[in-house]
């Protein structure tokens, strides 16, 4: 599955093309189009509000002040609350280049990848979990943005409790050496990686099934330990990130309670925000 790492502009111009399908099928009456204009009006807005979060997350964060520091403040709290070190884990997983290429490689691909692919999958067979799913994602992902403007710095940028970065120590890291790279890198607090593998394995679990429920909780799991063993998150970036979510999803689920069910012609249709 090839990485997507598409920059704010990347994305509205797909969005802009995406607008101009619709324009152009909206008023067909073939089944196909139809569908095709209803996708496309769907993810434009998508691509569209991914483009903002790119373009604020990427310049709300202009100084770095206190963000080493307060990386060091988490690492306190942890240790007061008796979690496990962040360090012993990676420590045990060091000598295993094939488990750290694996975690680098998810950490890496399946963030942004997975959830575009979640959310056309749900769009497309699960029509009726869209709606919530979509705005759960919203309120989370804003959620995470505004907690982001105080700079955190991840692990990685802390070596000497520790820590190695375990992408760049192998030449593959999407950030690069601090003070370069294409992302934020003192945004670890929360980690939206744990938010949205949260909302994937949450939806995956409201979708029913024993199999999507396991994948759900082994995605969970295996984002979780990835962003720790990478030496990319705390612990406490994942705990902040449900807590988030959980509030999000609570959120979104008592707005669409408000809302009339729809008629059954019309179930496959997104509802609006």
Do not use: K
């Amino acid at each position: 599955m090839p990485e997507l790492h598409p920059q704010w502009q990347l994305s509205v111009a797909t969005a802009l093309v995406l607008v101009l399908v619709y324009a152009g099928t909206r008023r067909s009456q073939r089944p196909r189009l139809r569908t095709l204009a209803a996708f496309s009006r769907e993810f434009a807005l998508v691509l569209a509000l991914l483009a903002v979060w790119q373009l604020v997350g990427g310049s709300v964060i202009t100084r770095a002040d206190g963000a080493l520091e307060r990386g060091r403040a988490v690492w306190q709290v942890e240790r007061w609350a008796h979690l496990w070190s962040e360090v012993d884990l990676q420590r045990l997983v060091l000598p295993h280049p094939a488990l750290v290429a694996a975690a680098d490689r998810y950490y890496e691909y399946a963030h942004l990848t997975g959830m575009a692919v979640f959310l056309v999958a749900v769009w497309w067979s699960r029509r009726s979990l869209y709606p919530s799913l979509r705005l759960t994602v919203v309120l989370a992902t804003l959620a995470c943005l505004l907690v982001q403007l105080v700079p955190v710095a991840p692990p990685r940028l802390l070596p000497d409790l520790g820590f190695v970065d375990t992408a760049l120590t192998r030449g593959e890291s999407v950030y690069g050496p601090y003070g370069t790279g294409l992302a934020n890198q003192l945004s670890a607090m929360p980690s939206v990686h744990v938010a949205w593998a949260t909302i994937v394995a949450v939806f995956l679990w409201r979708a029913g099934g024993p199999v999507l429920r396991g994948l759900g909780v082994l995605h969970l799991a295996l984002t979780v330990a990835a962003v720790v063993v990478t030496a990319n998150h705390w612990w406490l970036d994942g705990v902040v990130a449900a807590i988030i979510v959980a509030a999000a999803l609570s959120a979104s689920d008592a707005w669409y309670r408000r809302r009339p069910a729809p008629a059954p012609d019309t179930e496959r249709a997104p509802a609006p925000l």
